[in-house]
């Protein structure tokens, strides 16, 4: 099966810094990237989403970029507030189903 | 639109006793998934359902089971509770397009101790 693997698994940064986050995964069939943001006592949701066809997303403040060559993918966010700080989870699936692997979390701490 | 529902919130067991968690989509969504999340094992995937047919199993003992219900509704079942079934059983609902996968909508899980 598939095996995701992140890193770090905690991350401080000063305000406005940037923050990557890298997962790497092991399945060349997976082909959906999602990354999702759990702040602290609250659910997880999407903030950014990358397909198999496409090398870069970006969406304001963040990006995700994919290497499918070397199987792994990065979440970059840029100019980082105090809100940003939570756990980001990477994951990776195939677009056949409904299985997600996650990787095991990042908690971000941005420091005001 | 509501959220994904589930209940109970919070809910302390014994070793040996089972419990059922549920889980109410979003108005729509046919696919119904769970996940465990424990403090750094991330979320790790239980099973997945699909107009009330479990599609996808994860790598977890028997003693994990679920279904869903016509109403796209689900409920998983842990039996035999063990100390290490600690933790926040999560459900996820997705709006489905045949088998193209989509954004996962959590629900705010159900927290089990084990004592």
């Known amino acids: 099966g598939e095996n995701v693997e992140q890193h770090p698994s905690t991350l401080s940064v000063q305000e406005g810094d940037s923050a990557v986050i890298k997962c790497t995964y092991s399945?060349?069939?997976?082909?959906?990237f999602p990354w999702y943001k759990q702040e602290l006592g609250k659910r997880p949701q999407l903030i950014i989403d990358?397909?198999?066809?496409?090398g870069e997303k970006k969406d304001q403040r963040i990006a995700v970029t994919l290497n499918k060559t070397a199987k792994h993918f990065s979440l970059h966010i840029t100019e980082t507030q105090p809100e940003d700080s939570a756990v980001y989870f990477c994951?990776?699936?195939?677009?056949?189903?409904?299985?997600?692997?996650f990787g095991t979390g990042t908690s971000l701490t941005v420091i005001p | 639109k509501a959220g994904v529902t589930q209940t109970p919130r919070y809910l302390i067991k014994t070793r040996g006793q089972q419990v059922t968690l549920s889980c109410s989509p979003i108005?729509?969504?046919?696919?119904v998934s769970w996940y465990q999340q424990t403090p750094g094992q991330g979320l790790q995937f239980l099973f997945e359902?699909?107009?009330?047919?479990?599609?996808n199993k994860g790598n977890f003992p028997g003693r994990f089971s679920g279904r869903q219900f016509s109403n796209s509704r689900s409920e998983m079942n842990v039996s035999t509770l063990e100390l290490g079934d600690s933790a926040l059983y999560l459900c996820?609902?997705?709006?489905?397009?045949?088998?193209?996968?989509?954004?996962?909508?959590f629900g705010e899980g159900s927290r089990l101790t084990v004592l």
């Open positions: 108005s729509g969504h046919r696919s």
């Open positions: 996820a609902s997705s709006l489905l397009a045949g088998f193209n996968t989509g954004e996962l909508f």
């Open positions: 990358i397909r198999s066809n496409v």
């Open positions: 359902y699909f107009s009330e047919t479990q599609r």
């Open positions: 994951a990776a699936t195939k677009i056949t189903g409904n299985q997600f692997y």
């Open positions: 399945d060349s069939a997976s082909n959906y």
